[in-house]
T-cell receptor, first 115, second 114 residues
Framework: GENVEQHPSTLSVQEGDSAVIKCTYS??????FPWYKQELGKRPQLIID?????GEKKDQRIAVTLNKTAKHFSLHITETQPEDSAVYFC??????????????FGQGTILTVHP | NAGVTQTPKFQVLKTGQSMTLQCAQD?????MYWYRQDPGMGLRLIYY???????DKGEVPNGYNVSRLNKREFSLRLESAAPSQTSVYFC?????????????FGPGTRLTVL
């Protein structure tokens, strides 16, 4: 089955700096890669996603890049703000076979943005 | 439109007790999922249901059973709770449309087994 590795496990930045979180996946058939943000005590919420036919996607201060050949994808947050502090999860989805939308999640990255 | 709802929000059980976690969605989604979240372990899939009447095991199904009662509801049952099942449980749903279909999560149930 799919295996997703996420790094780093913790990331501390100063307000205004950029933050980058990286994930690798094992199944070359995976074709959908969402990123979730989870604030303390809250549910995971989708912040951005990318499909395998796209190399990069941007939404204001957040961008995601995908390298299918190397099987890795990254989340980039620019001009970080204290409210960006949360746990971020990457995930991979293989639409083939009988997966029925099963997402495989990375272990999560705790991002702390210091004012 | 409430999205995905879960009950209860918190629960404390003694070892060996049983309970059912309830999940419902009002978005007419086909697929529903149960995850558990433990510190440092991310989100692990327990069971999922691709459609009404079908269920399949995920990554960590031992000790759990599920029921897809209808399209809206997907329950998770612990028959004999163990301390290792202390966790936060999230239900999620997804509308299957090819590559589309974000998973939407419920608010979670925090379960402690003593």
């Amino acid at each position: 089955g799919e295996n997703v590795e996420q790094h780093p496990s913790t990331l501390s930045v100063q307000e205004g700096d950029s933050a980058v979180i990286k994930c690798t996946y094992s199944d070359s058939a995976s074709n959908y890669f969402p990123w979730y943000k989870q604030e303390l005590g809250k549910r995971p919420q989708l912040i951005i996603d990318i499909r395998s036919n796209v190399g990069e996607k941007k939404d204001q201060r957040i961008a995601v890049t995908l390298n299918k050949t190397a099987k890795h994808f990254s989340l980039h947050i620019t001009e970080t703000q204290p409210e960006d502090s949360a746990v971020y999860f990457c995930a991979a989805f293989n639409a083939g076979g009988t997966s029925y939308g099963k997402l495989t999640f990375g272990q999560g990255t705790i991002l702390t943005v210091h004012p | 439109n409430a999205g995905v709802t879960q009950t209860p929000k918190f629960q404390v059980l003694k070892t060996g007790q049983s309970m059912t976690l309830q999940c419902a969605q009002d978005m007419n989604h086909n697929s529903m999922y149960w995850y558990r979240q433990d510190p440092g372990m991310g989100l692990r899939l327990i069971y999922y249901s691709a459609s009404e009447g079908t269920t399949d095991k995920g990554e960590v199904p031992n000790g759990y059973n599920v029921s897809r009662l209808n399209k809206r509801e997907f329950s998770l049952r612990l028959e004999s709770a163990a301390p290792s099942q202390t966790s936060v449980y999230f239900c999620a749903s997804r509308l299957d449309r090819g590559l589309q279909g974000t998973q939407y999560f419920g608010p979670g149930t925090r379960l402690t087994v003593l």
